[in-house]
């Protein structure tokens, strides 16, 4: 039984193969947390687990009820005002201006399998993987509002997915203030947060610090998910490692402002909050209306952070990404952006076409540039329609030539966006989001269109999907280049300005679902100035995304690194890119760029016209030995082995190893070179210690245990070629005898 519930039906068992989740009917009649953990037996009550200490200085709900003290009380989906001083989950304006609501458990459901929800990115259970939901109905005593609480247990992969549905079916309107999408209150707070947060060039870096009083955040207010916090994150024991000890990982389906929140308060309980980020946030929920949160995701495990990492990871391929491309093999590409910029023509672009295809590269992707009179970054966005001086005979006839290669073809859009110069703002200036009256701030010469305005996202839809067609476009690389300030809809009204950012997203979702229902053999990847929205929300649509415009290989390592706690290999575009490198002017070899670039979706992204005839043939050996080991290094097991995130950092590994461990392939990088080394070792993780392999075709063979515990020599590094030996990289390939 995935759920249940005892006799009197006031406790819900939410049981995964390792974990229990337990809710229970309060004496108040609202819902409380009894637990969540290692998975424990199914009983009729759990009373000690929700006794607590009484304390004279607190308010208690009732005279009648002195040891009801909702300070003190492990809850659900926290009301405002009652007594529970720490941030509520979702107060709720009246027409008379309080937020007092009495949320009391009214019925609930318990389904099948998990269905998607309508106008959101979510979760799903296509495949019948034993996933069981429940929908706790409540009602509010005060105004018959109802609130029902979803669950979703996917059993297999420990994960537990929930969300807020607030329904309104009274004559009245009502506001909602805040909707967080999941809580959870755990007793003590000897716990780490581990976050990931950076900046452009520079994302999801990770942070662990151990959780102190009071109230300690990760959020975005720019519309985005952003380069600086991810909605991604952990809660791990002081003693949690890569491999072993208790980890929750939280996470959010939805791509706009988010908070992730931690209280932890006077009696050192920790409450944990995943949702819509409630500052730039309100909702009217009008008579006859409802509203649904976004999907929160939650995981837990007794087995350290890799197992997490794992679990989560499989669970976004088996019940969230497009079951089309989930496991789905992805191309090697090549991406003219850093080749050429804004400077090409077919031409130029047909030699590169040529050579990558001799390669064996398999798809080329045109970036921004090809539309419009877009010769630098000033002007065009909006206009959908090639540039002739580019491409003089249309873009159908250069994807032509690209598909007579047996190559695929993918197109850079930015959809979102409007440039001042641009002939969509001459025929709309007003779909620009903004106040009139005030100077817009502009980003990168360029302004935001408004989502929320369904006449936007029809245009958008019939130009891109005009181009789709013409071209027979394999791919769309969809680019967000700027975050939006002068938050102001002119199609909104004026109650409904606080609705503006996540109406914004629902028009993002809308083009989304309208595209990819219409072109389901489209491969999609997001990208936002690289990794600004490196999100689940994204990823129900576009399975992959661009992990950063970063691409130096030493750079790289931190950023892939840090992705992996929270995304799994197959998410992360990575692309090998020339030296020095465009971005930190670091020179590294074409080996190591190769090398970190394979654990993620393989791309090049420089002028191969303009390489040496040396490196064309490793670029060449690089596309086959990826070919090779394609399927393991996008949906191998992913193991963190050395942090790059340690004091010294200066050795990184990580390691991809198959389902029946017969193999498994170890990236090592090393920044700075050392002299007078000796034993340097490098340990395996992940495999069968019973069997036998051979490392990089060794003649000496192994056994599991011995490469696990003992460890594999790695020689000094050399100078490699034209390049020092330092940031230099071992790839170590154990294949079963
Ligand atoms: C930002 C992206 O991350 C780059 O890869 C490239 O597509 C540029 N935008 C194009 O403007």
Redesign the pocket.
Known sequence: MTISTNKSKTLFHLQTDHTSYIIQELENGELGQVYYGPKIHQKESYDNLMTREIHDATPSLSEGMQDFQPELIKQEYASFGKGDYRYPAFPIEQPNGSRITEFKLQNFAIKEGKSRLKDLPSTFDDTNDDAQTLVLNLKDQITDLNLDLNYTVFPHQDVIVRSSTFINSTAADYKINTAYSSQLDLPDANYDLIQFSGNWARERHLYRSPLRPGLQSVSSLRAASSHQQNPFIMLARPETDEQSGAAFGFNLVYSGNFKDSVEVDQFDASRVMVGINPDEFAWNLQSGTSFQTPEAIMSFTEDGMNQLSQQMGAFYTDHLVAPKFAKQERPILI?N??AT?FDFDEKKLMSIVNKAHALGVEMFVL???WFGKRND?TTSLGDWFVDKDKFPDGLGHFSQQVHDLGMKFGL?F?PEMISCKSKLHEDHPDWMVGDPNAQLIPS?HQFVLDMAKPEVVDYLYEKISQIMSDTKLDYI?W?M?RNITDTFSRYLKPEQQAEFAHRYMLGVYRLYDQLTKAFPEVLFES????GGRFDLGMMYYAPQA?T??DTDAVERIKIQYGTSYGYPLSMMGAHVSAVPNDQNGRITSLKTRGAVAFFGDLGY?LDITKISEEELKQTKEQIDFYKQYRNLFQFGKFYRIDSPFEEDGNITSWEVVSDDKSLAIVGRYQLLNHPSVAYQRQYFVGLDPNKQYTVNDSSETFYGDELMNAGYFVKMAQVDGNYSSDFHSDLLIAKEI
């Open positions: 991406n952006w850093e910029y970036d921004d540039g970054d850079w930015e990168r690389k680019d280049n990208c936002a100035s690289g661009w950063s415009d992204e």
